[in-house]
């Protein structure tokens, strides 16, 4: 079984609904992460959280949002989506430990019409 | 904020020796990873330095020169399998010490 498991792996849907990405870990990480991905861009940080009561704005967090409903669960919301949010997203969890990597989940395929 | 910038894409030949260079530019430098990434999957974890020199784990490793902002990943005796993104990523005492990925290097192996 996968350490980091997202869910859904593929979406499409229309311009203007909601959509909530889901992520659950079983590493024991207190950190978690959510990030996109658009081809030449690279990884980009949307949210992240250091335990259950943490929330931190990432560099693009406009039109997103999320919650720690627990420590092995984060999920990221799109409240309206539109278009240019059609992209691939990761999530990620870290130890607190300062040279440990991020370990990443296996992405959700994101498409909006 | 921080810079970091890597060759968009690089060939190279099966059983050959290839280097992927990483630069950045930050104000309180406080670790560099690599990851690799194959199209379509999730990037993994390659190597991490956060002093002076060359770290070695088999066919891969990974040098760090802080005075020089630069790193590079040198991947041994290519194999087909090692076509993928490689993705630099810089840890900084501000940002809440999460590391900035920089837009990646796609390295195509030909046989």
């Known amino acids: 079984d996968a350490d980091v498991t997202q869910t859904p792996r593929n979406r499409i849907t229309k311009t203007g609904k909601r959509i909530m990405l889901e992520c659950s870990q079983t590493?024991?990480?207190?950190?978690m992460y959510w990030y996109r991905q658009d081809p030449g861009l690279g990884l980009r940080l949307i949210y992240y959280?250091?335990?259950?009561?943490?929330?931190n704005k990432g560099e693009i967090s406009d039109g997103y949002s999320v919650s720690r409903q627990a420590q092995a669960k984060f999920s990221l919301s799109l409240e309206s989506a539109i278009p240019n949010q059609t992209a691939l997203y990761f999530c990620?969890?870290?130890?607190?430990?300062?040279?440990?990597?991020?370990?990443f989940g296996d992405g959700t395929r994101l498409s909006i019409l | 904020g921080q810079n970091i910038d890597q060759p968009t894409e690089m060939t190279a030949t099966e059983g050959a020796i290839v280097q992927i260079n990483c630069t950045y530019q930050t104000s309180g430098f406080n670790g560099l990873f690599w990851y690799q990434q194959h199209a379509g999957e999730a990037p993994t974890f390659l190597s991490y330095?956060?002093?002076?020199g060359l770290e070695e784990k088999g066919r891969f490793s990974s040098f760090l020169s802080r005075s020089k902002g630069y790193s590079y990943l040198l991947l041994k005796e290519l194999q087909m399998k090692d076509s993928a993104s490689y993705l630099c990523?810089?840890?900084?005492?501000?940002?809440?010490?999460?590391?900035?990925f920089g837009r990646g290097t796609s390295l195509i192996v030909h046989p």
């Open positions: 990620a969890t870290s130890g607190g430990i300062s040279n440990q990597p991020q370990h």
């Open positions: 990523a810089v840890r900084d005492r501000g940002g809440s010490y999460i590391p900035t």
């Open positions: 590493k024991g990480h207190d950190r």
């Open positions: 959280s250091f335990d259950v009561k943490d929330i």
């Open positions: 330095n956060v002093l002076d």
